[in-house]
């Protein structure tokens, strides 16, 4: 059994940082690839950015420049740093991993997610 747990999320200003974890925990091998999405009250969930394990990441247009993803396979956890947070920037930020467990079988798992609000 793996779970998905996402942190850091919280309400700031624009302009300003938060770093939000995305950790994984079970019976896990490695972690394949991972992915952060975002969703705004009455819109559909939106892709934000996307990582293989060893390759670089990719940014929807909206955040690239401001957002920075990394994986880290030795803490079983991935992070997404947002900078210079604006107002639309304001969801609910889920992650996902491709996820090989102990047996070898790879399988995809979501995270309840973490809130982030951006507002003066």
């Known amino acids: 059994q793996v779970l998905l747990v996402e942190s850091g999320g919280g309400s700031v200003q624009p302009g300003e940082s938060l770093r939000l974890s995305c950790a994984a925990s079970?019976?896990?091998?490695?972690?394949?690839?991972m992915a952060w999405y975002r969703q705004a009250p009455g819109q559909q969930r939106e892709w934000v950015a996307s990582?293989?394990?060893?390759?670089?990441?990719n940014y929807a247009d909206s955040v690239k420049g401001r957002f920075a993803m990394y994986l880290d396979n030795s803490e079983n956890a991935g992070y997404l740093q947002l900078n210079n947070l604006k107002p639309e920037d304001t969801g609910n930020y889920s992650c996902?991993?491709?996820?090989?467990?102990?047996?070898?079988?790879?399988?995809?798992?979501w995270g309840q997610g973490t809130q982030v609000t951006v507002s003066s």
């Open positions: 996902n991993a491709d996820i090989r467990g102990i047996g070898g079988r790879l399988r995809r798992y």
């Open positions: 079970g019976s896990i091998r490695s972690i394949a690839t």
């Open positions: 990582r293989l394990s060893g390759g670089a990441s």
